[in-house]
């Protein structure tokens, strides 16, 4: 089993800031890429941000300039810092990691459960 936790979400008003965490535990042999992506009512989910196991980045035009995604191998975690919020930021926030849970496995996607993120304008 694999499981991924999120936790960091919350109210807070615009221009704020919120860190987000998610910990990936488990049989887990390897994890390749981590990321962050949202779905607020009504939408449909969309990428937020990526991070390679070897720290290289990727952000939708969105957030660009504003969130920050890190990650600690050691310990299966990603993290991604959200500062300059505003409203349309609005969501529900879901990690996801691409592992491995043997030697020869396929890669497979996890997702956790989501956190909420609300700004307040």
């Known amino acids: 089993q694999v499981q991924l936790v999120e936790s960091g979400g919350g109210l807070v008003q615009t221009g704020g800031s919120l860190r987000l965490s998610c910990a990936a535990s488990?049989?887990?042999?390897?994890?390749?890429?981590m990321g962050w992506s949202r779905q607020a009512p009504g939408k449909q989910r969309e990428l937020v941000a990526t991070?390679?196991?070897?720290?290289?980045?990727n952000y939708a035009d969105s957030v660009k300039g504003r969130f920050t995604i890190s990650r600690d191998n050691a310990k299966n975690t990603v993290y991604v810092q959200m500062n300059s919020l505003k409203p349309e930021d609005t969501a529900v926030y879901y990690c996801?990691?691409?592992?491995?849970?043997?030697?020869?496995?396929?890669?497979?996607?996890?997702w956790g459960q989501g956190t909420q993120v609300t700004v307040s304008s």
């Open positions: 996801n990691a691409v592992l491995q849970r043997t030697p020869t496995g396929y890669k497979s996607v996890y």
């Open positions: 488990g049989s887990i042999f390897m994890i390749n890429s």
């Open positions: 991070i390679t196991s070897g720290g290289s980045t």
